[in-house]
């Protein structure tokens, strides 16, 4: 079965994984602006990465047949350093246009401090300003539930925001409601160790139907897994789900969603 992974960081990847995931049947990925496990020192190295993103990791991609798309943003993780993230955010405009970059992301927050909700909310003026759909990622663990709960708040509370346009990731069972019934798109995080497991989304696909959600593998530079979302579709083989609803989560519902986006172009072969 084609499928999109619709977030994942292949930077971090190798060559031999873009071959393990277009012999799975990936035709594309897209890949949010990412932490890199270090806080970059300057503006110019956030140039550098969205260089990096837009040009050399979608040549990279094609290179093996998958499509490559991102998204830009500084990550909440660096979010303490308002300043900088000042200027990365008046920096991102210049990448809006390029082919492949379907909007701003993944924004959020990590610790659910003052500061981090401060940058979030300047990235959400930077996404209507330009008119770019939004990735949000949700913290982990024991902050996940409040952290979702307080980017919820800001979303609805401003009347600007197109809940349409709107993927929240790495819901989890106490979270996904919420993000669902108040009209955003959802993402599951499909992660070895924390997060979410092939089988934990398939019972949320199970109990909330396949509309508006996704599933992605996150793949970083950490412990994660990059073919994940086949994983996901042989889970859901194995309860005996129909392959068109099976395609709707892992391949129409991305399209779908960042078909709303200028950067999109239709993926072969399904596109
Ligand atoms: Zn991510």
């Not at 919820?152 to 709107?166: Q, Y």
């Not at 073919?227 to 609803?245: C, K, N, Q, Y």
Request: net charge negative; proline share 5%; glycine share 8%.
């Amino acid at each position: 079965m084609y499928y999109i992974d619709p977030h994942i960081h292949m930077v971090s990847r190798t060559t031999d994984d873009y071959d393990t995931l277009a012999k799975m049947g990936c035709v594309a990925v897209s890949e949010p602006a990412f932490w890199a496990g270090y806080d970059r020192g300057t503006v110019d190295g956030f140039r550098d990465y969205f260089n990096q993103l837009t040009d050399f990791e979608r040549r990279r991609a094609a290179g093996f047949g998958i499509q490559h798309f991102t998204w830009l943003c500084i990550n909440a993780k660096e979010a303490e350093n308002v300043s900088l993230a000042r200027e990365v955010i008046a920096l991102i405009p210049e990448y809006l246009d390029r082919p492949g970059v379907l909007g701003i992301g993944e924004i959020g927050l990590n610790k659910n401090t003052r500061n981090e909700a401060i940058v979030f909310l300047e990235h959400l003026e930077l996404a209507f300003k330009t008119n770019e759909q939004i990735l949000i990622h949700t913290p982990h663990l024991e902050d996940k539930y409040q952290g979702t709960r307080m980017i919820l708040d800001m979303l609805i509370g401003d009347s600007r925001v197109d809940r349409s346009r709107v993927l929240v990731d790495h819901v989890e069972e106490h979270t996904i409601r919420p993000v669902l019934e108040a009209g955003f798109w959802a993402g599951m995080t499909l992660y070895p160790v924390s997060k979410c497991t092939p089988a934990r989304a398939a019972d949320m696909v199970e109990v909330y139907g396949p509309e508006r959600t996704l599933v992605n593998s996150a793949g970083d530079w950490g412990v994660s897994k990059p073919t994940a979302v086949p994983d996901f579709i042989l889970e859901m083989r194995r309860r005996g789900h129909a392959e068109s609803l099976i395609r709707q989560v892992v391949y129409d519902n991305p399209v779908a969603f960042f078909s709303q986006s200028r950067g999109w172009k239709p993926v072969h072969p399904c596109g």
